[in-house]
């Protein structure tokens, strides 16, 4: 069973703060959430629903993909599966000069089971005792669905991969609500059950700096600057995960 407290709680020593002696350049993670779909302004839950972009989302998309042209310095573009995020990767890769979309399974999100394409007042009407315990607990998974639990062990696989295995630089990583705050809470070193205090805005960008020796920092949250600058739909939509019922 996945243990989903803190290190603090677990009397773990904490390296994890920007205080320690590095010596060794990080692997600077950009986290971008994909664009808006059709299901995003109703604040339905998508998972691992196949849905694509919606004209507003694919401006998004264009709009980050300005501003990650312009920030330059990335090697690697690494996507979910899922169709609304590989969309957005393609638009942003093209923006950097036609860099090769890396799909990664595990940076899917969290799969909703049979809440998929519903809100979160529906779900509480229909399962009001799961959605209860849903929403308590990280290792309680809707039914026929993913924990956050589960989740977070597919996203530890995708830090060793990336830090581990990684030159130091800048890698994109392309994905959902559920995954993106599930690296910050690896990053932080916070209870998983924090992700439920956080919100991200379609097509925002996040930045986690990731050292060798377990370091990370959290550089950037949930910047939306580039949709502001590009006139862009913005508002805070929902849609996934933890977000689905805030």
């Known amino acids: 069973m996945t243990d989903t407290s803190s290190p603090h709680d677990r009397g773990e020593p904490d390296r994890g703060t920007g205080w320690n002696c590095v010596t060794a350049p990080p692997v600077t993670t950009l986290l971008l959430r994909h664009g808006d779909t059709p299901l995003s302004p109703q604040k339905r839950f998508s998972g691992v629903s196949e849905v694509g972009l919606s004209a507003d989302g694919v401006a998004q998309a264009q709009a980050a993909a300005r501003r990650l042209a312009e920030r330059g310095g990335i090697s690697a573009v690494l996507s979910s599966p899922l169709r609304r995020a590989r969309q957005t990767a393609e638009i942003v890769a ?22 998929e394409g519903l809100t979160f007042e529906e779900v509480r009407a229909a399962w009001p005792d799961e959605a209860a315990a849903w929403s308590s607990d990280p290792a309680v998974a ?14 530890q696989r995708v830090r060793a991969r990336v ?64 949709l502001r600058d590009a006139g862009c739909d913005c508002a805070s939509r929902g849609g996934e995960s933890g977000n689905a019922q805030r």
């Open 163 to 226: 830090v581990e295995r990684l030159p130091a630089g800048t890698v994109l990583l392309v994905s959902h609500v559920g995954a993106i705050k599930t690296l910050v809470v690896m990053a932080l070193r916070a209870p998983l059950a924090s992700m439920h205090r956080m919100f991200l805005d379609s097509a925002c960008l996040s930045e986690i700096d990731w050292f060798r020796d377990g370091t990370a920092v959290v550089r950037v949250f949930n910047d939306t600057a580039h």
């Open 142 to 155: 809707p039914p026929g669905g993913e924990s956050f639990a589960d989740t977070l062990t597919r996203l």
């Open 94 to 115: 093209d923006g950097l000069g036609g860099c090769p979309v890396l799909v990664d399974d595990d940076l899917r999100e969290t799969d909703f089971g049979e809440w």
